[in-house]
């Protein structure tokens, strides 16, 4: 396997030779001291456990500073152990705590990166430190976001707000942001908690929060926009909404507290004309379809206007049309077959 010139792996084997005489872990009796032949076609493993995966999950968390941020934090030694045991467990084989306590003591070699004695994982110990690492979220989520600028070299100037929601099953009563609300996955009869989301164009977290299900998408944009400045690096960047959080109200408040916005119009803009001194830019997307840009402007708004047109946006537009014409004929068709027939009557869904 080995060159045997290579003084370090001669003197490792060396080494490891003398650890097991003085251990006796040898399973033959050895006919002089001296007696080294081993049968490569007999060797068994009765330990084998995984190290890939976690190994570069490890490298990245020490890169990132991560027990550096938990020290400070209050953290003991042992706690930071354990919490990055779980960090990279969770990354590598994502399962219930239950599971992945099982893992790490049969399956995974983690404990020899972190140092923790994974003999003494429970699901207990597991969620305890789940409890543990979210008291500090946002001191990790505000370490990570400048860390991993300065890593990347990229500044904040675009970041995208958005929320979902996930559901539970069972009744998880007693939760206090456990609630009935409008489920995205169409689970209105379970209840719901929302994670809000900030992240830059990158796809990095800037600061991440959970509320209560049945919040409404604006309800919390205030705070997620206080929390910008000491997430970011970039002096006032660009928020990124969809339509649903982009109400009027929400607007106001995002440029009031000093920020530029970008989303898609609530309001159909009806009196507008394209601004002659601005040109007008095509696209081509990934999937070859032509998109046409073209700055508009409107008497009734000082906002900055961009009006996006598509092939595949007139065909769909056409397709609804076309739709809605079909069934109104159809419907004009009913209610002239009930007038001419006898005893009928002229109401129609």
Request: neutral net charge; charged residues 25%.
């Amino acid at each position: 396997m080995f060159e045997p010139t290579d003084r370090a792996v001669i003197e490792l084997a060396e080494t490891l030779w003398q650890r097991i005489i003085k251990d006796r872990r040898l399973d033959l009796t050895l006919h002089s001291p001296s007696s080294r032949h081993i049968d490569a076609d007999t060797i068994r493993h009765s330990n084998v456990r995984e190290i890939g995966s976690e190994w570069i999950c490890h490298q990245t968390l020490e890169e990132l500073g991560i027990s550096k941020v938990l020290a400070e934090a209050g953290f003991t030694k042992e706690q930071i152990q354990l919490a990055l045991t779980q960090i990279v467990s969770r990354a590598v084989y994502p399962a219930s705590e239950l599971k992945t306590a099982s893992w790490i003591k049969e399956n995974s070699a983690i404990g020899e990166l972190t140092g923790y004695d994974c003999q003494n994982i429970t699901k207990d110990r597991l969620y305890e430190s789940a409890l543990r690492l979210y008291a500090v979220k946002d001191q990790l989520e505000q370490h990570l976001s400048h860390k991993t600028n300065e890593l990347f070299d990229i500044s904040d100037k675009i970041v995208l707000y958005d929320l979902t929601n996930t559901y539970f099953e069972g009744q998880y009563q007693g939760s206090e942001l456990a609630k009935y609300g409008r489920s995205k996955e169409k689970r209105n009869d379970a209840k719901l908690v929302v994670l809000a989301l900030v992240v830059n164009i990158y796809g990095f977290i800037k600061y991440s929060s959970i509320h209560e299900g049945n919040m409404s998408d604006s309800k919390n944009l205030s705070l997620m926009i206080d929390k910008l400045s000491g997430c970011t690096n970039a002096q006032n960047p660009v928020v990124v909404l969809d339509a649903g959080i982009a109400t009027e109200e929400n607007l106001q408040m995002i440029k009031a507290k000093g920020y530029h916005y970008l989303c898609v119009s609530r309001t159909k803009l009806k009196d507008y004309q394209a601004i002659s001194s601005r040109l007008t830019v095509l696209l081509e997307t990934k999937s070859k379809r032509n998109v046409r840009l073209r700055a508009v402007s409107s008497c009734n708004s000082t906002d900055y206007y961009l009006e996006v047109a598509s092939e595949d946006k007139y065909e769909t537009a056409n397709s609804m049309r076309s739709q809605f014409e079909e069934r109104f004929e159809l419907e004009l068709q009913k209610i002239a077959q009930s007038v001419e027939r006898k005893g009928g009557n002229e109401k129609s869904n």
